[in-house]
């Protein structure tokens, strides 16, 4: 700055910029919960390719079932490549074909379609395809179709039409999903209160839509009263139509046509109902002139 007359001129300098020691402590922590979840993400991604070893580990870990299905993914790809190592594991797979917990049943039922080879698979499976849970019959039913075995037919004719939901128990209908809702395997659709205050909760067995519900809230049900209908989401019913094609009976095409005339129905439902029924037209047709 110029100063007036004798003045000298006089030069103010900026404040000296004072650093801020950043705390250590709080970087560590951010670093750890970086590091944290990324690890977390690693370890339960089903991507991540596991060694023999680690599959081996994991089909036993009972207590993680992630952990169970992580394994039981990558023995499939293995099947998939044509992997002969795969098969160090069939005993274990096999075991787990009778375990309480429902998710392995329906995802051994599942990758057991992949080696339509295996006798010890295929066994299984016609156990499978009795399962008390109708997401593992239905597995089951699928995987039989690479068997060219169609003793599952019958589950999947049914998959195509509404499926019943009873009560769990005795008591008054305290909520249910209205007609049109979207749900999962395992989503809450309706409640029951029972006569001493418990509620108990009755959970989706099967992906796909509400139809309809047949108890009113606030009616008296009991284990043998039908709460809901539901009908089968558009991925399950696309694999049963495929599967029909090869193991579908003549009487099973007044339900199928159903399927190929309902404008409702997206086009590659249509389209792969028609494909299914003139299979079975077609397989029929020549069974008949085999017999003459």
């Not at 009873?166 to 209160?193: D, M, W, Y």
Request: glycine fraction near 8%; charge should be neutral; avoid cysteine.
């Amino acid at each position: 700055m110029e100063g007036n007359g004798n003045n000298p001129e006089v030069s103010i300098q900026p404040p000296p910029v004072r650093r801020v020691r950043a705390s250590w402590p709080i970087l560590l922590l951010a670093v750890l919960f970086v590091v944290g979840a990324f690890l977390t993400w690693y370890f339960t991604w089903w991507g991540r390719n596991l060694s023999d070893s680690d599959i081996s580990q994991y089909l036993v870990d009972e207590k993680h079932p992630r952990r169970v299905q992580h394994a039981l993914l990558q023995v499939q790809h293995r099947i998939e490549r044509g992997d002969g190592s795969a098969k160090q594991w069939y005993p274990q797979i096999v075991t787990l074909a009778s375990h309480s917990e429902t998710e392995f049943r329906l995802t051994v039922a599942w990758l057991m379609g992949f080696d339509n080879k295996s006798e010890e698979f295929h066994q299984s499976l016609l156990k499978l395809v009795k399962d008390p849970e109708p997401i593992v019959r239905r597995n089951a039913a699928l995987a039989l179709v690479r068997f060219n075995d169609g003793t599952g037919r019958q589950e999947l004719v049914a998959a195509l039409q509404p499926y019943e939901i009873k009560s769990p128990t005795n008591g008054n209908v305290g909520s249910v999903l209205q007609p049109g809702a979207e749900v999962v395997r395992g989503t809450l659709i309706g409640r029951i209160n029972q006569a001493g205050g418990a509620i108990v909760e009755v959970r989706s067995p099967l992906p796909g839509r509400i139809e309809r519900a047949v108890a009113a809230v606030g009616s008296a049900v009991n284990t043998e009263t039908t709460l809901l209908t539901m009908i089968s989401d558009e991925d399950s019913v696309w694999e049963v139509l495929r599967g029909l094609a090869f193991v579908g009976q003549p009487e099973d095409l007044t339900v199928i046509d159903r399927y190929e005339a309902a404008a409702t129905q997206p086009d590659r439902i249509r389209k792969q109902a028609a494909v299914t029924a003139g299979a079975i037209r077609q397989r029929a047709s020549q069974n008949n002139k085999a017999k003459q």
